[in-house]
């Protein structure tokens, strides 16, 4: 797709790049001390999560390991269905371990809240969310998640590693999906 073809299917900018590395800058230095001296293991969830996870990584004074889970709730369309499906399982043994989930957005909170539940019976030390984006009208369910970064409308946003089918994931800012696009 070219750059004018991208520009006619957005219609605003709701984070900016710029926006979403200080914010990542700020969350990462309160995960790093929250979890001074602890096992952290980051999980990212595919795909949408791998920017999130690129530069919220490389934003921690600290090193951690992460891992991926790949789920699937979409499909192509821009509904959530709330049926969860294991594309990709973690490799690391949850045990003893401290999870940050980081994802991208919450939305209806389906995918999160099947997640916790999966994870809880891992035996993990303990879990927690870390959220680049939320959409606080759209909650079906309450996922309790304790770092977000911004709250954003009841859109259907693309950029920043969140696509619409796979499209636009490589935009360097949140935007605004039109809906003349999907609808
Ligand atoms: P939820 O289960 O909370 O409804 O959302 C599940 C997943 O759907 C999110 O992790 C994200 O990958 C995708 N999703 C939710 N809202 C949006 C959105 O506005 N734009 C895009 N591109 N994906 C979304
Ligand atoms: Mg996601
Ligand atoms: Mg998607």
Redesign the pocket.
């Known amino acids: 797709m070219r750059a004018a073809e991208i520009q006619s299917e957005l219609t605003n900018v709701l984070v900016t790049e710029e926006q979403i590395l200080a914010k990542l800058d700020e969350i990462a230095a309160q995960v790093a001390v929250d979890y001074e001296g602890k096992d952290l293991l980051l999980v990212g ?1 595919l795909k ?2 791998v920017m999130v996870m690129a530069d919220f990584s490389r934003a921690l004074p600290v090193s951690a390991p992460m891992d991926w889970m790949a789920v699937s ?2 499909g192509a369309g ?1 509904k ?1 269905s ?1 049926v ?1 499906q294991i594309r990709k399982d973690l490799d690391t043994d949850l045990h003893d371990k401290h999870v940050l989930i980081v ?10 809240s099947w997640l916790l539940e999966n994870f809880a019976s891992r035996g993990a030390a303990s879990i927690e969310v870390f959220a680049l ?1 939320r ?1 606080p009208e ?1 909650a ?1 369910v309450v ?1 309790d998640c304790k770092y977000v970064g911004f709250d954003i409308p009841n ?4 950029g920043y590693g ?3 089918a796979e499209n ?1 994931r490589n935009l360097r800012d949140v935007a605004v ?1 039109a809906p003349h696009v999907y609808s």
């Open positions: 969830v949408g999560a709730s979409y821009t959530s709330g969860v994802e991208d957005i919450i939305d209806s909170g389906l995918t999160l984006l959409k759209a079906k996922v859109d259907f946003v693309v969140l696509d619409y636009y999906l």
